[in-house]
C-alpha cells in the first residue's frame, strides 16, 4: 500500500513569490491533515480536512495560506505571497476516519518550502 | 496551552546500551499519545497509548503511557545504530483529532 506522498520536496522561492504545495493521502483515507516545523521549534498543526471539507483550520497562521481538497482526495497547500518566517517543512498526514474513535495519522516525508 | 514536552533533546549512546526518553504533557482533552520514529523524511509511527499502565512492544522497543502522572516512556533496549532517528512523542486531542507534537529526542547510536 502506497504511504502519504507529497510534492515537491524541496521548494526555494523569493519573498513575495507564490508557493503550492500539494498531498496525495493515502487511498481511502478520509482525513487530511497539515502540520508545519519551523527551525528550532515542534511540529505544529494547521488544518484537518474530513473528505472535501475542512474540520479544523485553526492552525492557519494568516489569510496567505489557503488550503484546499476538491473531490476529497489529494489537497494543496497554497502560500500568497510568501513570506521569509514561511519556512520549515510541511508535513501531510492522513488517517482512515473511524467516527471519533482512535484513529492513527500517517505521515509524508514533507516538503521543505525555504523563502529567501 | 496544550503541551509536550520531551526529554533529553539529545542523546549520543554506544551500540547495545538501553536508552529510555522520556514525554510528558499538559493538554485538555487527551484521547491517545503517539510515538514516531523520524529518520531522513516521514515520521515512521511506532506506538499508539490510551491506557494507563498496558505495555506496547515491538522487537526492541516497548512504551508505557501513566495517564495521571501525564507521561509517557519509550525504552530501547540493545541500541543499533539503525536506532539512530529523531523519536517524537504527540498528543492526539479529543476534541479536535490534530496532534500536539513535542520538539522531539535526537538519539545516535554510535558503533
Known amino acids: 500500500e502506497a504511504g502519504v506522498t507529497q510534492f515537491p520536496s524541496h521548494s526555494v522561492i523569493e519573498k513575495g513569490q507564490t508557493v503550492t504545495l500539494r498531498c496525495d493521502p493515502i487511498s481511502g483515507h478520509d482525513n487530511l491533515y497539515w502540520y508545519r516545523r519551523v527551525m528550532g521549534k515542534e511540529i505544529k498543526f494547521l488544518l484537518h480536512f474530513v473528505k472535501e471539507s475542512k474540520q479544523d483550520e485553526s492552525g492557519m497562521p494568516n489569510n496567505r495560506f489557503l488550503a484546499e481538497r476538491t473531490g476529497g482526495t489529494y489537497s494543496t497547500l497554497k502560500v500568497q505571497p510568501a513570506e521569509l518566517e514561511d519556512s520549515g517543512v510541511y508535513f501531510c498526514a492522513s488517517s482512515q476516519g473511524r467516527g471519533g474513535l482512535v484513529d492513527t495519522q500517517y505521515f509524508g516525508p514533507g516538503t521543505r518550502l525555504t523563502v529567501l | 496551552e496544550d503541551k509536550v514536552v520531551q526529554s533529553p533533546l539529545s542523546l549520543v549512546v554506544h551500540e547495545g546500551d538501553t536508552v529510555t526518553l522520556n514525554c510528558s504533557y499538559e493538554v485538555t482533552n487527551f484521547r491517545s499519545l503517539l510515538w514516531y520514529k523520524q529518520e531522513k523524511k516521514a515520521p515512521t509511527f511506532l506506538f499508539m497509548l490510551?491506557?494507563?499502565?498496558i505495555e506496547k512492544k515491538s522487537g526492541r522497543l516497548s512504551s508505557i503511557l501513566d495517564k495521571k502522572e501525564l507521561f509517557s516512556i519509550l525504552n530501547i533496549t540493545a541500541t543499533q545504530t539503525g536506532d539512530s532517528a529523531v523519536y517524537l512523542c504527540a498528543v492526539e486531542l479529543a476534541s479536535s483529532e490534530k496532534l500536539v507534537f513535542g520538539k522531539g529526542t535526537k538519539l545516535t547510536v554510535n558503533p
Open positions: 490510551t491506557s494507563s499502565g
